[in-house]
């Protein structure tokens, strides 16, 4: 079973709007990821938040981690055209010894569509 | 130039015909993942391996066998046994497993059935 799910499923928005993508998980994460894909191509990794960090920013990203209520958030500002893509929160969660299982369970994205 | 290469871009196979897709890197990672995606579905994750000479199944593994003989080569089998192997094949790589490090895709390769 896949262990992220992302909210929404499609988002539509103008150029210059902000975009927020939800993710929630159900088990303990050592960490999550993000991804980008566009169509027909592999995934670009976008930013990665450890379990024991809150926020984490990288240009026009800004991902959020609540791990309380398991779940995490991708806030895109001023988004362009070019951000028109599909985005995959990845993670990667321990067993029940405690130990990573070392391998990224995705979920099934949220398209974003940007109009000029 | 380093990264990950998956061959072909695109693979037709005739049912009950085995196939195998190539992924190569050149980044030195230990780790290696084949994922499948169907449209407009997440990755699930086939095979995946840590280290030279060892691999693990992953979440959708019948049908499928894989080898990892050296470091930078990760090939997929599709054999006559998955019943439905069209889909879009993505290989990625990492430096260590994905506890504390992202992985790197290839461009995928598209299998249709004929």
């Known amino acids: 079973s896949q262990q992220g799910e992302e909210d929404p499923q499609a988002l539509s928005i103008q150029e210059g709007e902000n975009a927020t993508m939800n993710c929630s998980y159900k088990?303990?994460?050592?960490?999550l990821q993000w991804y980008r894909q566009n169509s027909g191509r592999g995934l670009v990794h976008l930013i990665l938040?450890?379990?024991?960090?809150r926020e984490k920013h990288s240009g026009r990203l800004r991902v959020t981690l609540d791990t309380s209520k398991k779940s995490s958030s991708l806030l895109i500002t001023a988004s362009r055209a070019a951000d028109t893509a599909s985005y995959f929160c990845?993670?990667?969660?321990?067993?029940?010894?405690?130990?990573?299982?070392?391998?990224?369970?995705f979920g099934q994205g949220t398209i974003l569509t940007v109009h000029p | 130039d380093g990264g990950i290469t998956q061959s072909p871009k695109y693979l037709f196979r005739k049912e009950g015909q085995n196939v195998t897709l190539s992924c190569e890197q050149n980044?030195?990672?230990?780790?290696m993942y084949w994922y499948r995606q169907d449209p407009g579905q997440g990755l699930r994750l086939i095979y995946y391996?840590?280290?030279?000479?060892?691999?693990q199944k992953g979440d959708i593994a019948e049908g499928y066998s894989v080898s990892r003989e050296k470091k930078e080569s990760f090939p997929l089998t599709v054999t006559s046994a998955q019943k439905n192997p069209t889909a879009f094949y993505l290989c990625?790589?990492?430096?260590?497993?994905?506890?504390?490090?992202?992985?790197?895709f290839g461009q995928g390769t598209r299998l249709t059935v004929v």
């Open positions: 990625a790589s990492s430096i260590e497993n994905t506890g504390n490090t992202e992985a790197f």
């Open positions: 088990t303990s994460i050592n960490n």
């Open positions: 938040i450890r379990s024991n960090e």
């Open positions: 990845a993670t990667d969660f321990y067993n029940a010894g405690g130990t990573s299982y070392g391998k990224l369970t």
């Open positions: 980044l030195n990672h230990d780790a």
């Open positions: 391996s840590q280290i030279v000479n060892d691999f």
